[in-house]
């Protein structure tokens, strides 16, 4: 499978400064200091961390902040942007505790400024069957991990999502069993590839997307990516999800992009690329098979999917 | 009075569903069919057809109930324009969205629930649809009437085919179903009295 810079893709209008730029460094690390604007806007993008194909194309920004999974502001897709443009995500405090010897609180807006910022572009996968390329822009969130030094019985982490019916008003519906909640296996979020994004396109998050700092798991489905975080909790025994206490039948804790397990009520075979007409094949890990399918040796995916 | 009324009903089914299927060609053009536009033609026509296939189920409570007899002259009409979007809805997913791609289609995804109730409707409804003109109808005599029974099992797996593809949250199916039950329930009951 070969992978392609992040230079090489197909960027944005509003990129083509940024494409310029990189075309001129041809290729080896990138680093961005200094580009008008973002000052502690860096890219440290190697390829072989994931990325993309060779006829991945970005997704429009129109599309990545029109068409929106994020059921604390409405269950339409095409409505969550209208029914979050209010969404305050600033100041916001993220904490970070639980079974480590230190503890975190920091303001996002301060997280962005203390440690340097990077280029992300992944494809991103939804259980639903549709796909998108996105650059994100944030940090590894191993880097905030080891800063909070995980104890050994810290086998898990568990991300929250904000919890405030009144800033979220689908928060209200008694439906689903809020806060959202996400999960991880240590190594799985000590992986290189998982990230906490802060901005995508080289702009901040906007609340659609996530704000003001999200989860990002390229080869597991979207849902597994968690959006405007306050909590990161390392914790011994592994978190139930939201979706897991919706349906535990039909999502489960991995959820892995796999291409021969099917949602118990549709195919996952193939997706619907956003921008595209027709069908592509959907990979193993969503194309990132190379760099974390070590991390599930020996375990049967269609029990634990 | 009344017989002029049926006449600007059935003018108004035409127009209505002309408008809706320009609408979707006109957004095609426009970019307004979301990030997403095979899903929205997709959801668009499947939920075109099952209002129409509910419009076509409320024909005979509405005939007994507001002894209205001329609205049986429409129900062919309404059924028939939902029996068109079921066509379009059918050959989206076909076409559009797996571009006859039939290997595709074959390996993993007729073996879906989904697909095998709605493709089971569908086939349903062709049969209704060719059976549904005054020779088919006469040829028939009263087995017509059983055969057009039917719709009643295809407006029921309709709604399952609906149910069973959202995420989570059955609201808008349940909807639908409660509906049709609503219908079914009270044609019985007004017939026999």
């Known amino acids: ?223 597994k990516s968690i959006k405007s975080i306050v909590r990161i909790l390392l914790v011994e025994h592994m978190p ?41 094949e959907t990979l193993p890990f969503n194309g990132y098979e190379e760099d974390v399918a070590d991390l599930y040796k020996g375990m049967d995916l269609k029990k634990y999917f | 009075m009344k017989s002029s009324l049926i006449v600007w009903i059935k003018v108004f089914i035409h127009i209505a569903a002309l408008y809706f299927t320009g609408l979707i060609f006109w957004d095609y053009l426009n970019d307004q069919l979301t990030a997403n536009p095979i899903e929205e033609i997709t959801k668009r026509t499947g939920k075109y057809a099952l209002i129409l296939l509910v419009l076509t189920l409320s024909c005979t409570p509405v005939k007994i109930l507001f002894g209205f007899n001329q609205i049986i002259k429409a129900r062919r009409q309404i059924g028939l324009y939902s029996f068109f979007f079921a066509t379009l809805h059918f050959f989206t997913f076909l076409g559009l969205d797996y571009s006859f791609d039939f290997d595709l289609i074959l390996k993993d995804v007729i073996k879906k629930r989904f697909v095998i109730a709605g493709f089971s409707a569908y086939l349903i409804l062709i049969l209704l649809a060719a059976t549904s003109f005054n020779n088919a109808r006469r040829k028939l005599g009263r087995q017509w009437y059983n055969l057009h029974a039917l719709i009643y099992p295809v407006a029921s797996i309709v709604v399952l085919h609906f149910a069973w593809l959202v995420k989570s949250g059955v609201l808008e199916p349940l909807l639908y179903g409660t509906l049709i039950s609503l219908l079914l329930i009270l044609k019985l009951s007004l017939l026999k009295k």
Not at chain 1, 94 to 107: F, P, R, V, Y
Not at chain 1, 257 to 277: K, L, M
């Open chain 1, 240 to 280: 139930s999800s939201l979706w897991m206490k919706v349906n535990p039948r039909e999502y489960g804790f991995y959820s892995n992009v796999n291409p021969t397990v099917d949602h118990p009520r549709w195919s996952q075979a193939s997706e619907r690329r956003i921008g595209e007409f027709g069908r592509r």
């Open chain 1, 1 to 223: 499978m070969t992978k392609v810079k992040s230079s090489e893709i197909t960027p944005e209008s509003l990129y083509l400064n940024r494409r310029k730029f990189m075309v001129g460094v041809g290729g080896i690390i990138l680093s961005t200091a200094g580009f008008p604007g973002c000052d502690n806007y860096k890219t440290t993008y190697e390829p072989s961390k994931g990325g993309v194909l060779p006829d991945d194309k970005l997704t429009s920004y129109k599309d990545i902040t029109t068409y929106n999974n994020f059921y604390e502001f409405s269950l339409d897709k095409e409505d969550v942007i209208f029914a979050a443009k209010d969404f305050k995500t600033s100041p916001w405090k993220l904490e970070i505790g639980g079974l480590t010897e230190k503890s975190l609180s920091i303001d996002v807006d301060d997280l962005t400024k203390i440690y340097d910022q990077e280029e992300r572009i992944y494809r991103f996968r939804c259980v639903e069957g549709w796909s998108m390329v996105i650059p994100w822009l944030g940090l590894p969130l191993a880097r905030l991990l080891k800063e909070v030094e995980p104890l050994p019985e810290a086998k898990y982490v568990q991300f929250m999502t904000l919890h405030s019916p009144s800033r979220m008003p689908n928060q209200k519906s008694r439906s689903f069993p809020w806060p959202y909640i996400e999960g991880l296996r240590i190594d799985e979020a000590m992986h290189d590839l998982t990230f906490l994004s802060t901005g995508l396109y080289g702009k901040k998050l906007m609340p659609q997307n996530g704000a003001p700092i999200r989860l990002v798991v390229p080869w597991k489905y979207g849902f």
